[in-house]
Each structure stands twice: as structure tokens, then as C-alpha cells.
């Protein structure tokens, strides 16, 4: 009697076993992934996109250890080597492979034309050492302070992109300036997403006259000429004002236009998502509008501007570039890319001193690795098709 | 429709008012006025500085009214033509936008021409043909063009042409055929230089139209209506072309209006780089010194350009695709 009952529970406990497995088993034959599981898988397709990926993460990480990759600080200047040439740091000699090294520069003075003449000097190597720790100090993010140096040289100076007209390294400046100018269009976005989201989403969602009103205040936005605005705005800007405070001033200048486009998205999106059941089930059960907007309008619409926002990002670095070129931008001693490439604004520069564009090489990588990424998540935004 | 275009046109005349308003904003906001920077950059150059003129030019432009004098002074000629004074070259706007306004049309419509020569074809390409090497070509070099700074791209043309071919690329034609008649020479020279900006400002909007072009084919491509005709036997390329080209290519059109102001704002660091008898670097020296009834003209006129341009494109965007309806 007891064995029965025993049997009934084991047969139980295996009728409840089986089930268990079927159940299993149907969750991995239908395994549900999230949103941004389809979004990654569709993603990972896109191999420009992951390219620029790793691209991106390679710069903001220099950017942020600018200090210890470059051998100078960005404003010193060596007053006796101006407009160098770039150095090539060389693995081989007349002997085979040897570890590395620099050629030697001596500088003379041209006696008619008193213009510095620089050869490079085959005879002097000078060896290149790594994890140098030179006298040059700085800051780790005001951290604590530190001399070691990713590589140095001993006696003399090297200059991977060369030096600029007052001697200064351009290496060093370049990536230093990765700092201001990757993330002025990461300090605008924020802005612009918070304004975007804040007009779209009350546009999409209210309707009506309000969203009339909106609505003609973006078109207005998209239709006054972008680097007017800028330079009238630029300009407006007192000269006393601090790096930091042009920096920001920029940004906001920059962000005034971008704004637009993410509040269109927005609401195009909203109106769709707006009249879908799960949004009336909402309303039927009495959720507020703000909590309809913020839980269930706003995360659907997510992916479509985490899109735009990369996209949005690329404009807003080239837009530093063009108002350092017009003048307008941020003013030295800052150091962004901007403010580098002003110097390479005549053909004269292209053919005396191709370095100069080096920075604008960086600019273009920059912002190619920005739009395909973000071309990577406009095809992988809408997964479900 | 007529009713449409008749309201439309309507409501633009509250609009342009204040369209007059923003721009005369913008061109008041940097500090001081035209007599500070032409003063200042006298002093610079080490010239005397004429107290007297600057007092009689002053005097004679009303710069010492108060802004909405001034504004007013502005906008009372425009129902005669008159758009103000240019205050460097002492003659009205009116003739310097006269003088530069065919160029600047004329290079922007060729620049909007090749764009879209180029890119609508790619766009179905790349849709069509969706992660094959082909599409990561266009798509490399499409979003290259983007990324290019256009004053950096601009230099490096100019440099090619002085090095290798030993041509002076800046200006629209050599300094000599300025104010003579069009001739043969003339135009050929012309057609010699005029490539330069159409490359640099299109290679610039290039990937953006491929990339819409590419999306809405995408979406179309993966249509039931799609599927139905293939199914029916129509060709491949029919269905390409007949079928989800046509839809796919309506979006570009709305975007016209947008490309319109580009005209004078997009062209305006090309402009000034190659030296281009267009509105862009007129607005620029406008702006820096101030020259306040100049750049606040131009400006205006670009607003004005796209609300035109938006007009327009409604307008198109009916014509082609016959389920829109304006009533």
C-alpha cells in the first residue's frame, strides 16, 4: 500500500519531470531574444559597422591616456626645430633588423635667407626606448603625477608627425586634441537628444495645436542657414571668455541645430507607435500620460535614436573643423583638431608642410568610423522584418 | 491643388516677415558695428583713422539708431527692390546679389545634378545587391566623401592641379575674362574650373542620398506587391525599376527643399577656398566686418529659398506619386 502510493508519487514526480523537460525543450527551440539581441545579430552583419566600432574605441581610449602615449606636452614648443619634417622611426640598418631608432636632425640657419635649414643626419641613431621616463610630468586626470612616457628618447627629440611653425610636437597635438574635439559632439548630442526627445515627444504625442506649433518651429530651425548661424553666434562670443566656456559655448552652438532632426524622428515615430494596442491597453488602465510617454513611448523609440544620434555626431565634429576654419571655433592654447587644421588653410601648406594634414586625417577616420557604425544600427534598428 | 499652392503661398508671407526679423537678429548679435571693425582694421594696418568719415558714415546709415530703427529702415525697401547698402563697396545689395546669384545657381544645380546622377543609381545597387562588396565599396566611399572636411578636400584638388598639371584651379576663370562677354574661351575656361566645387560640395551630400535611396529600396524590395509581381513573371529589373525604384525614390524628392538653401550655406567653405564669385564667401567677409544689410540680405534670401524649396518639393512629390493629395 505504501510502495503504491510511493509509486504514485514517483510517477507524479515524472509526469512533473517530463514536463519540465518539454518545457525546456520548447524554450530553446523558441529561445525569445530582446530587442537589442535581434539588434546586435543584425548588426554583427554589418562588418564597416564593426570596424568602426573598434576604430572609435582606439581613439577614445588614446584620447584618454593622450598623457602618457605622447612624448610632449602639446603647447611646448622647441623653439630650434620648427616645421620638421616627420620623423620615421626605423627597425633596420645596413647590419638587418635592430631595435628601434631615430635619425638625428641638425638645424642650420640659411645665411642668405636666414630660414632654418634642417638635414637629417644618417650617422646619428638614436635609440627609441620604451616606457621612458623622461622629464616631462603630467597629470593623469588630476589624479597623481607621473613621468612615465610610452616611449621617449634620451639625448635629442623625436617627432613622429613632425613640428609645426613654432616647433611644437604634432603628435602630441593631435592626440591631445582627440580630447576636445571627440567629445564636443558627445556633449552636444546629450544636449541635442534632451531637447529632441523633450519637443518630439510632446509634439508626437499631444498632437493638435501643439503639435502645430512645434512643428513650425522645427521647420523654421531646418531652414536658417547652419554656418550663418554659427558665425553670427560664433562671433557674438567675448574674447575674454575662458577655453572652457568657448568650448561649451560651441557646443550649445552646435547643438541648436542638431536638435531638429532628432525631434522629427521622435515624432514620426510616436505618431506610429501612439495608436498600437499596448499603448491603448495602457491608457484604458489608467496610466498617465507622462508615465505612457516615458515607460512605453519613449523606449520603443529608442533604437531609432540611438541611430540618428551617431549619425548626428560625425556633423558635429566636422562642424568644429568648419568654424575653426572660418575662425570661429575654439581659440588656441586650446588644442583640438579644429584648431590644428587652421594652420593648413592654403595651398601653400599642402606643398611645403604636408604634415599639417595630419590631424585631418585623424578627423576623417573619425568620422567615418561614426557613420558607419551608425549606418550599422540603422540597418540593425528595425529587426522584426 | 491650386487651392493647396494658393494656401501654402499664404501662409509663407507671415513667415518671410519673420524670416527678415531672425536674419536682421543674426547679423546684430556680434557686438559693435560695422564703423568699430572697418576703424579697428584701419588702425591694424597703421592708416589714419578718419573720424570725420566714420561720423558721416554713421550718420548717413543711421548705425547709431536703435535696432528697430534700423530693422525698419531695412525692410521699408524691400516692397521697391532696394535690400539696403553695402557699406565696403558703398552700392546697393541689390546689384552685388544681381552680380553673384547666376554663379551661385549655376554651380549648385550642377552640383545637385551629379549627386543625384550618381547616387540614386548606387542606392538601388546597394539595395539590391545588400552586403556584397559592391555595396561596401560605394558605402566606404560614399561615407568618405562625408567625412572629407570640404575646405580640406578643396586645398588638395587645388594642389593637384598647381603640381601636376600646372593649372591655377581658384576662381571660377582666370582674372583677365572677369566682365568680358561670353565668348567660346570664355566658357571653356569655365568648364575647366567649374568641376572642382561640384565635386567638393556633392561628394559631401553624396552618401546621404545613397543612403536613403538604399533604405527605402530595402523596404520596398521586401514588399508583398514586390513578391506579386515576381511571382506574375515580370523581369527582375522591371521589378527593380518600374516597381520599387519609383516608390522608393519619393523621399529624395521631399528633400530638395532642403537642398536649395545648400545653394549659398553648403558651398559657402568650398567658396571661399577656391576663391568662387558665389553668395557663400560674399556672406563670409559680410559677416566679419559686419557689413550688416549685405549678410542680413543674404541670409534672408536663403531662408526664403526653402520655403520655396519646400513648396516645390510638396508640389513634385504629388506629381510623382499619385496617392498623395493636397485638398
Known amino acids: 500500500m505504501s510502495e503504491e502510493i510511493n509509486d504514485g508519487n514517483k510517477m507524479k514526480k515524472k509526469a512533473a519531470e517530463d514536463i519540465e523537460d518539454t518545457e525546456i525543450t520548447v524554450q530553446e527551440q523558441f529561445q525569445a531574444r530582446s530587442h537589442w539581441q535581434l539588434m546586435w545579430l543584425e548588426f554583427k552583419n554589418h562588418r564597416l559597422a564593426l570596424g568602426g566600432i573598434v576604430v572609435l574605441l582606439v581613439m577614445y581610449l588614446s584620447a584618454i591616456f593622450a598623457g602618457f602615449l605622447t612624448p610632449y606636452n602639446p603647447n611646448e614648443r622647441f623653439a630650434q626645430y620648427q616645421n620638421i619634417a616627420p620623423q620615421m622611426i626605423r627597425v633596420t640598418d645596413e647590419d638587418g633588423f635592430r631595435s628601434p631608432y631615430v635619425y638625428g636632425v641638425t638645424g642650420e640657419r640659411d645665411p642668405r635667407t636666414l630660414a632654418m635649414v634642417y638635414t637629417i643626419d644618417e650617422d646619428v641613431k638614436k635609440p627609441v626606448e620604451f616606457f621612458y621616463r623622461g622629464e616631462d610630468t603630467y597629470e593623469f586626470w588630476g589624479l597623481f603625477e607621473t613621468d612615465l612616457k610610452l616611449f621617449g628618447i634620451e639625448d635629442g627629440h623625436i617627432f613622429l608627425f613632425g613640428t609645426d611653425g613654432l616647433g611644437r610636437d604634432v603628435f602630441s597635438r593631435t592626440i591631445h586634441g582627440a580630447r576636445l574635439s ?167 601648406a599642402v606643398a611645403e608642410y604636408p604634415w599639417y594634414f595630419i590631424p585631418g586625417i585623424f578627423v576623417i577616420v573619425a568620422v567615418l568610423a561614426f557613420n558607419f557604425v551608425g549606418d550599422g544600427l540603422r540597418d540593425a534598428a528595425d529587426p522584426y522584418h | 491643388m491650386v487651392n493647396y499652392i494658393i494656401r501654402r503661398t499664404l501662409i509663407m508671407i507671415p513667415m518671410i516677415v519673420f524670416i527678415t526679423i531672425v536674419s536682421f537678429l543674426i547679423i546684430t548679435l556680434p557686438p559693435g558695428s560695422y564703423i568699430d571693425t572697418y576703424l579697428a582694421s584701419l588702425q591694424r594696418m597703421g592708416g589714419q583713422v578718419e573720424q570725420e568719415r566714420a561720423e558721416a558714415i554713421k550718420a548717413r546709415y543711421g548705425l547709431d539708431d536703435p535696432v528697430y530703427v534700423q530693422y525698419w529702415n531695412w525692410v521699408r525697401g524691400f516692397p521697391y527692390g532696394r535690400l539696403g547698402m553695402v557699406f565696403s563697396e558703398d552700392r546697393p545689395v541689390i546689384d552685388v546679389i544681381a552680380e553673384r546669384l547666376p554663379y551661385t545657381v549655376l554651380i549648385s544645380s550642377l552640383t545637385l545634378l551629379f549627386t543625384w546622377i550618381f547616387a540614386i543609381p548606387i542606392g538601388i545597387y546597394s539595395a539590391v545587391k545588400q552586403y556584397s562588396a559592391g555595396d561596401y565599396l560605394f558605402t566606404f566611399f560614399g561615407f568618405l566623401g562625408v567625412s572629407i572636411p570640404n575646405f580640406l578636400l578643396a586645398l588638395v584638388i587645388m594642389f593637384m592641379g598647381l603640381r601636376y598639371f600646372g593649372v591655377n584651379l581658384s576662381g571660377l576663370m582666370p582674372a583677365r575674362y572677369m566682365g568680358e562677354p561670353w565668348n567660346l574661351e570664355k566658357i571653356m575656361q569655365v568648364a575647366q574650373r567649374i568641376w572642382v566645387p561640384i565635386i567638393v560640395v556633392g561628394t559631401a551630400g553624396m552618401a546621404g542620398l545613397i543612403r536613403v535611396m538604399r533604405g527605402e529600396m530595402l523596404d520596398q524590395l521586401r514588399q508583398p506587391y514586390i513578391q506579386m ?90 506629381i510623382v506619386d499619385p496617392r498623395i493629395r493636397y485638398d
Not at chain 1, 568657448?246 to 495608436?275: H, K
Not at chain 1, 533604437?303 to 581659440?331: D, K
Request: with cysteine; aromatic share 6%; net charge positive.
Open chain 1, 182 to 348: 571627440l567629445t564636443i559632439g558627445l556633449v552636444g548630442i546629450v544636449i541635442s537628444v534632451v531637447l529632441g526627445l523633450f519637443f518630439g515627444g510632446i509634439s508626437g504625442y499631444m498632437g493638435g495645436v501643439t503639435d502645430n506649433i512645434i512643428q513650425r518651429l522645427v521647420e523654421f530651425t531646418l531652414a536658417i542657414p547652419k554656418i550663418p548661424l554659427w558665425m553670427g553666434l560664433g562671433a557674438a562670443l567675448p574674447d575674454e571668455w575662458s577655453v572652457i566656456q568657448v568650448y561649451f559655448a560651441i557646443v550649445v552652438i552646435l547643438s541648436l541645430t542638431g536638435w531638429v532632426t532628432m525631434a522629427r524622428v521622435v515624432r514620426g515615430q510616436i505618431l506610429s507607435i501612439r495608436e498600437q494596442d499596448f499603448v491603448k491597453a495602457a491608457r484604458a488602465a489608467g496610466a498617465s500620460s507622462r508615465r505612457i510617454i516615458t515607460r512605453h513611448l519613449l523606449p520603443n523609440c529608442m533604437s531609432y535614436i540611438l541611430v540618428n544620434l551617431t549619425l548626428a555626431i560625425p556633423g558635429m565634429i566636422l562642424g568644429e573643423t568648419a568654424l575653426s576654419f572660418l575662425g570661429l571655433g575654439l581659440r588656441p592654447p586650446a588644442v583640438s583638431w579644429g584648431v590644428l587644421l587652421q594652420q593648413a588653410q592654403n595651398v601653400r
Open chain 2, 229 to 318: 509581381a515576381r511571382s506574375k513573371g515580370v523581369s527582375e529589373i522591371k521589378v527593380i525599376i518600374k516597381y520599387a525604384a519609383r516608390i522608393a525614390i519619393n523621399p529624395l524628392i521631399s528633400t530638395i527643399g532642403w537642398l536649395l538653401p545648400q545653394l549659398i550655406s553648403g558651398g559657402m567653405i568650398a567658396g571661399i577656398v577656391l576663391g568662387l564669385p558665389t553668395l557663400g564667401p560674399k556672406l563670409y567677409d559680410a559677416l566679419m566686418i559686419q557689413d550688416m544689410y549685405l549678410a542680413g540680405s543674404i541670409i534672408m534670401i536663403s531662408i526664403i529659398l526653402v520655403l520655396v524649396g519646400t513648396l516645390l518639393s510638396d508640389i513634385l512629390l504629388a
